[in-house]
């Protein structure tokens, strides 16, 4: 087994015993709205939205996919000014021992057993690794940014409940819920990627049975967090659709300031006008910029068969009443 001093690289910053780093983390189920919710707190007054942190080691750095700015990762000067603020260049880390690594400490599975595993001395070593290395990328996206907080859209529960333990991480988390009626009718069709944004051209379509029980899991998983103190936003997808204006001051208000109506300039009656951001893996709505309209997406109420609409309501009704979904 892999030890985590075998990682190669030393964080040039880094380290609980430095000002804690501000992160607004995007939690919830992918096919939430997560991404657009992503762009939107990006384009906020001193947030810079990076997309999936998570997927930056194996979508950027190791297989070079092209960021949402349109350059490859290698070429793109806002990653190549990260990777040299954090560790002195991307090519000074072992991605590879940096996967294994994730793999050991990042996954659902380990965090439900988490109080056991704590006990292990080599766990929480290859845990304090992990998170020193995230928050030196954290650290070098707010320097080179010039923003005081970053935004992540992992979306993962176990990703925020790492984060949780971090003292050099100030967190905050906006969980992003949506009818799973919703959700289990976009993850019925494929959806095509951008070229050389994934190692696939297309999103694939998963089993209803595997949606709902991951709708109800990493919705309960996330909903734990706040209770154990986790400042904690809870927005509806087609809340945040319908009032773009009133969802952004809402997440402004979680970070300890209101917003003012030259901070929401960017969403007008028809639309947001949307920004270049960096995100070095996505699908095809961060590959654009200029005007984009907002349309809430019910294509459910007619491509999802009355059958399916049933069942899910039968799986996931408590949770869903709990969300205000009928």
């Known amino acids: 087994?892999?030890?985590?001093?075998?990682?190669?690289?030393?964080?040039?910053?880094?380290?609980?015993?430095?000002?804690?780093?501000?992160?607004?983390f995007v939690g919830g189920m992918p096919?939430?709205?997560s991404t657009l919710l992503d762009l939107l707190i990006g384009q906020l007054p001193g947030h810079c939205d990076v997309g999936e942190l998570f997927y930056l080691w194996q979508g950027g750095v190791k297989r070079d996919q092209r960021c949402s700015c349109g350059a490859l990762f290698s070429e793109c000067?806002?990653?190549?000014?990260?990777?040299e603020h954090a560790f002195g260049g991307w090519d000074r880390v072992d991605v590879d021992e940096?996967?294994?690594?994730?793999?050991?400490?990042?996954?659902?599975?380990?965090?439900?057993?988490?109080?056991?595993?704590?006990?292990?001395?080599?766990?929480?070593?290859?845990?304090?690794?992990?998170?020193?290395?995230?928050?030196?990328?954290?650290?070098?996206?707010?320097?080179?940014?010039?923003?005081?907080i970053v935004v992540d859209s992992t979306k993962r529960p176990s990703t925020a409940a790492?984060?949780?333990?971090?003292?050099?991480?100030?967190?905050?988390?906006?969980?992003?819920?949506?009818?799973?009626?919703?959700?289990?009718?976009?993850?019925?069709?494929?959806?095509?990627?951008?070229?050389?944004s994934g190692p696939r051209s297309h999103l694939k379509k998963r089993p209803a049975r595997q949606i709902l029980r991951r709708w109800?899991?990493?919705?309960?998983?996330?909903?734990?967090?706040?209770?154990?103190?986790?400042?904690?936003?809870r927005l509806r997808y087609e809340d945040m659709v319908s009032d773009?204006?009133?969802?952004?001051?809402?997440?402004?208000?979680?970070?300890?300031?209101?917003?003012?109506?030259?901070?929401?300039?960017?969403?007008?009656?028809?639309?947001?006008?949307?920004?270049?951001?960096?995100?070095?893996?996505?699908?095809?709505?961060?590959f654009s910029t200029g005007p984009m309209p907002l349309r809430l997406d019910e294509k459910w109420r007619t491509e999802l068969p009355a059958s399916r609409q049933r069942l899910t309501v039968l799986a996931c009704g408590p949770l869903m009443r709990r969300y205000g979904y009928r």
Not at 5 to 23: I, L, Q
Not at 105 to 122: C, E, H, N, Y
Not at 176 to 183: E, I, L, W, Y
Not at 244 to 273: C, H, N, Q
């Open 1 to 24: 087994m892999v030890h985590a001093e075998t990682v190669t690289g030393t964080p040039r910053e880094g380290g609980a015993s430095e000002a804690a780093v501000d992160v607004v």
């Open 31 to 33: 096919r939430s709205g």
């Open 77 to 83: 000067d806002f990653w190549i000014r990260v990777g």
């Open 98 to 148: 940096v996967l294994r690594l994730q793999a050991q400490v990042d996954s659902t599975a380990r965090q439900l057993v988490g109080p056991l595993a704590r006990l292990s001395r080599r766990r929480r070593e290859r845990t304090e690794r992990y998170l020193e290395l995230t928050r030196a990328v954290y650290r070098a996206v707010a320097a080179v940014s010039g923003a005081g």
């Open 162 to 196: 790492l984060l949780a333990r971090d003292p050099g991480v100030r967190l905050r988390i906006v969980h992003m819920v949506r009818d799973p009626r919703g959700v289990l009718n976009s993850w019925s069709r494929e959806v095509p990627l951008p070229e050389n």
């Open 216 to 233: 109800w899991s990493v919705n309960l998983m996330i909903d734990r967090l706040g209770r154990r103190g986790v400042p904690l936003l």
């Open 244 to 286: 773009p204006r009133e969802a952004m001051r809402a997440v402004m208000r979680l970070s300890g300031r209101e917003a003012t109506d030259e901070d929401l300039a960017f969403i007008g009656p028809d639309g947001v006008d949307r920004a270049v951001s960096h995100t070095p893996t996505g699908g095809r709505v961060r």
